[in-house]
């Protein structure tokens, strides 16, 4: 019966009323009959309405009015929009979802005019087969793409598998997790558990050889058809590690652990390696013209080597040969102690879409992992070899080889732009709400970290149940497991806090003295990335990035190279950095010099301890470089509160400077137009600015006028001529003078009767004998450090600057002594102590009482000095 409700649309209505008629055989005449006696309520009141429905004498022609009538008129692009937007329920199964999706298909290729149907029809199998795939839940979806399905129903098949898989496995673990609670109700079943799992790892000890053939025979079978999932053992090669831990070695002691069959956690070799069940990955490009390169040349004692690793691409399925007329040039790179096929795709890449996808920061990752105890690290396998790249995009990836065969991959490769923004989204989604509790991953790298072993334990069996759920293969190799000081993306995390990989640092203590401006950039490069362990190396890498400036001819001097050791000594002797910890005050030191700011973040513990957890420095520019003190302290604020932003957001802190003037400067309201958009930009903060002397503000003062350790002792003047002759600067001129140079840079130098190489110089103006020459003993650059220790601390009692620099200039030179003796003197610790120490009170205010006669009050004041006299000055009030 059809009453013209929306319960029962009109066309399901005559679908199922022509199935009857063509199972009962029925003529026109009959089927026009039980239509009109089927139709009731609005449906019958709307045919009985009008007397020409009546004479209709054929069953479509009433068809086509009860459809016209009852029938919602929806537009084609609504109906492909709710046809593109639809997608698996949570409790939807997949027969429900599949024939979900076959019915709105079926109301598309319908309507409209028969071109649009034709067009339709023509598309109908890849149409549905792209939108049941595109609509499955994540864990199904990724499982159908990795069977590559050719049609819809085969799609539909896979998406079956894996649902009864998926069911199989969740009765496994309840039943599982009721024999771990029968098991801890009963001690005897629990003392019973343990002894047998002590058996089971000797008889893996002994059955080795066994566990190698079965696991092989598991790797055959790469696929389970749905049904009963039996257990099956793998073998897992460990060797205890340092610290406590343990690391995959290949050797010493095997353990056998239960899993499903197929599935395998850690891959040995690239053969090994399988397709993840992951979506397929998409190299979108501005425009669709074939990039062509020609390729490299291999030398021929790496060909061998060369042919042996494509045929090992080939036999894992990474690559496959290929007609493409894209061209990709390939070439070899030393690898540490072997040798690494790459592509050049910068060709490529520039046309190449960028993901939108943001991969997080380093010091996001290394700053959530505080308060932990034990930690694991767990490294892919050929990590972008996994995941599957779609079939549309292969041939962009071709490249060719010298002996003229041509190979596009079948999976995502090293080298293309978005390759590490790809893995990282898919590493993500596979860890899930695991993220950011106890794991982090960076692109292949994955931290674990907890504070129990306990909790250890269970949170490695979940990383590894997820990620073999997709077939991603760690490398046992690079695995690190239950340690207390884990190697993690060149750091080394410890409960007490982060530390610089030895190794990495001796890499750079080992580098060589660069010869052009290139290798400056590459050494400053490395050690970048460890500069918050280094304090002031704006500072100190001042010399070496001077050489950088445009136009500034590469010279190596005794400075650079003392900056360039200076940088390596610093790296291999680091401080040990804090890992935030929420339960301590917050506290930056912050100081400024003419030449770059410093600060330190700290942390204070309740029990008054101090660690530090960052060190900042920046080089100041020309103009920077101009302002005043108190516009250069509060810069230095500014930028070191900007700086750590993401520490201090949210957070209540203290800001502490040696300019006394800034304590009360947040109350101040008539700073200067600088100052003040510095101020309103740090509006954001909740912070106070305390004064602290500059003897107690050792380090921030250090970030901004670092200089060396410095000795007192002098050499006698043999020795003295020895250090001219090793010096590279003064050498030089030894030896232009020995061959009778008449230069000009050399006219002002000679060497006196002792053998010393002195220097010729003309007084001040302002000194009393001006006008007349004064002979310096030039000084090596290793003495240099010494000199102005003797001459300003030792002797000088600690002069200023002026007195000290006329001191030191009557009987010593250097190429840039007035800069140097301006920065010692600066940075002295005992002259930075008594800064302000001898400032004299003010006078405090009185009342005097007023005067009643003439004369009867004097005042008397003393004006100067004005040179070579003082002058008195008194007011009688009348």
């Not at 109301?107 to 049941?132: E, H, K, M, W, Y």
């Not at 609509?135 to 069977?147: A, E, K, P």
């Not at 003419?594 to 100041?620: C, D, H, T």
């Amino acid at each position: 019966m059809y009453d013209g409700g929306e319960s029962l649309g009109i066309r399901r209505f005559l679908e199922k009323l022509n199935d009857v008629a063509n199972l009962g055989k029925w003529s026109n005449d009959e089927k026009v009959t039980i239509l009109k006696l089927k139709l009731t309520g609005i449906a019958e009141e709307f045919f009985l309405s009008d007397p020409t429905h009546s004479q209709l004498t054929e069953y479509n022609d009433i068809a086509r009015i009860l459809i016209g009538r009852f029938e919602k008129a929806v537009p084609l692009s609504t109906r492909l929009q709710l046809f593109s937007s639809c997608i698996q329920g949570p409790s939807e199964s997949v027969q429900e979802f599949a024939a979900r999706i076959n019915k709105l298909g079926t109301q598309i290729f319908q309507s409209g005019n028969s071109a649009q149907n034709t067009a339709v029809r023509n598309a109908n199998d890849q149409l549905l087969q792209s939108r049941f795939i595109s609509g499955l839940r994540n864990d199904i979806r990724r499982f159908v793409l990795s069977r590559d399905p050719l049609n819809l129903e085969e799609s539909i098949n896979a998406a079956l598998i894996e649902e009864q898989n998926m069911k199989l496995n969740q009765i496994a673990s309840e039943e599982r997790s009721g024999l771990s609670s029968a098991q801890t109700e009963n001690p005897v079943l629990s003392a019973l558990a343990d002894r047998l799992q002590e058996i089971n790892l000797r008889v893996g000890r002994l059955q080795e050889a066994e566990c190698r053939k079965r696991q092989r025979d598991e790797r055959a079978a790469r696929y389970q058809p749905p049904g009963e999932m039996p257990q099956a053992s793998i073998l897992l090669q460990v060797a205890p590690g340092q610290e406590g831990g343990m690391y995959i070695s290949g050797n010493l002691l095997s353990a056998t652990i239960t899993q499903p069959p197929g599935i395998h956690a850690f891959a040995r070799s690239t053969v090994e390696l399988s397709a993840a069940a992951t979506e397929h990955h998409r190299i979108s490009l501005q425009h669709d013209y074939p990039i062509k390169c020609p390729i490299y040349k291999i030398p021929f004692n790496l060909r061998n080597e060369f042919r042996r690793q494509i045929a090992d691409l080939e036999k894992a399925g990474i690559i496959s040969k290929s007609n493409s007329q894209y061209n990709t040039p390939a070439l070899f790179v030393k690898q540490k102690e072997k040798w690494r096929l790459v592509l050049d795709f910068r060709k490529l890449n520039e046309i190449t879409v960028t993901q939108d996808f943001v991969i997080p920061t380093l010091d996001d990752i290394l700053h959530e992992i505080s308060g932990s105890n034990y930690f694991s690290a767990l490294d892919m396998k050929s990590a972008f070899n996994q995941i599957p790249l779609h079939f549309a995009d292969r041939h962009k990836t071709a490249f060719s080889t010298p002996d003229g065969d041509k190979y596009q991959f079948n999976r995502l490769c090293f080298g293309l732009k978005n390759s590490p923004k790809a893995f990282q989204s898919i590493a993500q989604e596979v860890l899930g709400d695991l993220l950011h509790h106890g794991a982090l991953v960076y692109i292949d790298d994955i931290i674990l970290f907890t504070k129990t072993i306990d909790e250890h334990f269970e949170l490695l069996g979940k990383v590894f149940e997820r990620f073999e759920r997709i077939h991603l293969k760690f490398n046992p190799s690079k695995c690190q497991f239950l340690t207390k000081s884990c190697k993690f993306l060149g750091f080394v995390v410890t409960p007490e806090g982060i530390l610089i990989d030895k190794d990495k640092s001796v890499s750079i203590n080992e580098f060589p003295v660069p010869k052009d401006q290139k290798q400056i950039k590459s050494f400053l490069g490395c050690c970048n990335f460890y500069r918050r362990y280094i304090k002031n190396f704006a500072k100190r890498a001042l010399p070496l990035t001077n050489l950088l400036r445009k136009d500034t001819p590469f010279e190596w001097t005794s400075e650079t190279q003392e900056a360039f050791d200076d940088i390596k000594k610093a790296i291999l002797n680091p401080p040990v950095l804090a890992l935030p910890d929420q339960n301590a005050e917050l506290q930056i030191t912050t100081d400024a010099s003419s030449r770059g700011i410093g600060a330190v973040l700290e942390q204070r513990y309740p029990n008054s301890e101090v660690k530090p957890l960052y060190f900042f420095s920046k080089k100041l520019n020309p103009s920077q470089s101009k302002y005043n003190a108190t516009v250069l302290e509060f810069f230095a604020i500014y930028t070191a509160l900007n700086f750590f932003r993401p520490f201090l957001l949210g957070r209540k802190f203290k800001v502490f400077t040696d300019h006394k003037p800034l304590a009360g400067f947040l109350s101040n309201k008539n700073p200067s137009s600088k100052i003040l958009r510095w101020k309103l930009a740090l509006e954001e903060f909740n912070y106070d600015i305390h004064y602290i002397r500059g003897s107690l503000n050792s380090v921030a003062d250090h970030l901004s006028r670092y200089i060396n350790n410095i000795t007192i002792a002098l050499p006698d003047s043999k020795d003295l001529i020895n250090m001219q002759r090793e010096d590279s600067v003064l050498s030089t001129i030894i030896q232009k003078i020995d061959q009778n140079d008449v230069s000009p840079q050399i006219s002002n130098y000679f060497i006196n009767g002792e053998g010393l190489l002195c220097h010729l110089s003309k007084r001040p103006s302002r000194s009393p004998r001006s006008n007349t020459t004064r002979k310096q003993v030039c000084i090596p650059h290793c003495l240099k450090a010494k000199i102005l220790e003797s001459v300003h601390s030792e002797y000088g009692g600690h002069l200023k600057f002026f007195k000290t620099y006329h001191r030191l200039s009557e009987n010593f030179f250097w190429h840039n002594m007035y800069k140097d003796t301006k920065n010692f003197v600066r940075s002295c610790t005992i002259c930075l102590s008594r800064k302000n120490a001898f400032k004299i009170p003010p006078a405090p205010h009185q009342l005097v009482e007023q005067s009643t006669e003439p004369g009867e009050t004097c005042h008397m004041d003393i004006f100067g000095p004005l040179k070579p006299r003082l002058k008195v000055i008194a007011m009688f009030y009348l």
